[in-house]
């Protein structure tokens, strides 16, 4: 790793990427809207940047982590954003999960500036980006993949380079499909085993290692069991990205059908004020519906 980096949004997965990039031995600079959540990574040995065109000065590979497609927007192109800084030749490695048409109108601006770009979103949780596990779907040229390669293997597992631009982010919206699919199949499952009396860790232990048995299973399953709703990955954020589904799917022509349903149970959430507890929380939605709740 021989190339300076930045790392702009410092959030529950930003900052732990950050921090493992650190650990590597990366020469890194961060920033963060919000200045607190830099203290962590300063004081480990991160330099500081005061505003986004600083920290592109200081990069030749920046990675962007943050929550939505208008967020990515303004920290490359927005007042006072890395645009005003990025030195030629520099890479731009979008770790968000965000719009796969505005990241092809990224990239092309963004190479009208002689400056590359990478979408490279990232699946795992917080679990994942803690352990440096992540698995990394990344769009864009054959060439950038390979340089920024050593850092993404520090932050991830399992890193594919699936096409072009947008095809990172097209990717991702395909793992938000069954990560929300399963979630909702987790819930059914819990509610239906508590409405009929069943030992709730006895059944998980049962269907764990069969057919049934999944990531989501193992790790939300007993979260779920004990009404623990600390996020991995917040409803807020599992909402934005099957908004992202449904947009593309209008676009493509292509059903979405349990995608839509899950979309409106999160939307129902939200309303009652639980956007920042994990995704795994979509049972509360039944149990709404069913007056019947899971768990201790």
Known sequence: MNERVGFAGLGIMGSAMAQNLLNAGADLTVWNRTPSKRATLVAAGASDASDLP?????????FICVSDTPDVEAILFGDNGLIEGLQEDALVVDCSTVSPSATK???ERLANQSVHMLDAPISGGSEGAANGTLSIMVGGE???????????????????????????????????ILVAGSMLSLGEALLFAQAGGLDLERTLEAVSDGAAGSWTLTNRGPQVIKRDWSPGFMIDLQEKDLRLVLQEADELGAPTLGSSITFQLYRSLQRRGLGTQGNHALVRALEYVSSIQVGE
């Open 54 to 62: 600083a920290l592109a000065r200081e990069a030749a590979i920046l």
């Open 105 to 107: 109108r990224f990239a």
């Open 142 to 176: 054959a060439e950038q993949v390979e340089r920024a390669l050593p850092y993404l293997q520090v932050m991830g597992k399992k890193i594919t380079h699936v096409g072009g631009h947008g095809a990172g982010q097209m990717t991702k919206l395909v793992n938000q």
